[in-house]
């Protein structure tokens, strides 16, 4: 158990467009969701802690209004990323955390790839 | 401020030979330690975790890790390599007094494996 989708996979759209990325906890429910941004040979950087029904909390840096997230349910987080640009192009991955679960284990999604041309 | 550093960004063993990979975490309790794994273009794998239960934790794959609080260390190893062990490792911290809330990772290291 302990699966998180993520879609789309890979996604190349042009400048100035917006681009939606979902992550979904397959067989379990997720209050707390985590985006992370990765870059070619580097490690992951938190972008945004995300809480079902209520604002998600930015890291330092982060620029809110680019990155709208949205965690409308127990199994559902959304990252928009608005007015793309080739800066923003990258690998994307969510997590969740179980419900309830104090470990402090996140289980990952496989990641979306974002190419802004 | 909780930090993870792993020392060496490339760790090539040949087939056969042990795997040790070493991280060391600054952190002013003991926290939950992780240790991921991640094949090329994809998401994150928890490998191992240390929540302050055994010292030596098994994980999965036949790795195992130590919690050495005398050297803020939880160094990852493998008796014998395996050529599918070749992928890029993450060591991984979180603050139990906040149940394991946010995750600080580190800056990865990669594993390579000879033939």
């Known amino acids: 158990g302990a699966v998180v989708s993520q879609h789309p996979s890979r996604v190349i759209c042009k400048s100035g467009t917006s681009v939606k990325i979902e992550c979904r906890s397959l067989?379990?429910?997720?209050?707390?969701m985590f985006w992370y941004r990765q870059f070619p040979k580097q490690s992951l950087m938190l972008m945004a802690t995300?809480?079902?029904?209520?604002?998600?909390?930015?890291e330092q840096g982060v620029e809110k209004d680019k990155f709208l997230i949205n965690h409308a349910s127990l199994t559902l987080s959304t990252l928009t990323v608005t007015s793309a640009h080739p800066e923003d192009s990258s690998f994307y991955i969510c997590s969740a955390r179980k419900t309830g679960d104090l470990g402090g284990e996140q289980y990952f999604g496989p990641g979306t790839r974002l190419t802004v041309t | 401020a909780q930090s993870v550093t792993q020392l060496g960004s490339h760790v090539s063993v040949s087939e056969g030979a042990l795997v040790l990979l070493r991280c060391n975490y600054s952190?002013?309790?003991?926290?939950?330690l992780f240790w991921y794994v991640q094949y090329p273009n994809q998401g994150l794998q928890l490998l191992l975790k240390y929540t302050s239960a055994a010292t030596l934790v098994k994980g999965i794959n036949g790795f195992e890790a130590e919690f050495k609080k005398s050297e803020t260390s939880f160094h990852l190893t493998k008796p014998s390599a395996h050529m599918s062990d070749a992928a890029e490792y993450f060591c991984a911290v979180s603050d139990p007094n906040t149940g394991g809330f946010k995750t600080i990772f580190g800056a990865g290291t990669r594993l390579f494996v000879k033939a």
């Open positions: 952190s002013s309790v003991p926290p939950y």
């Open positions: 067989d379990f429910q997720a209050t707390t």
């Open positions: 995300s809480n079902e029904g209520s604002k998600a909390t930015y």
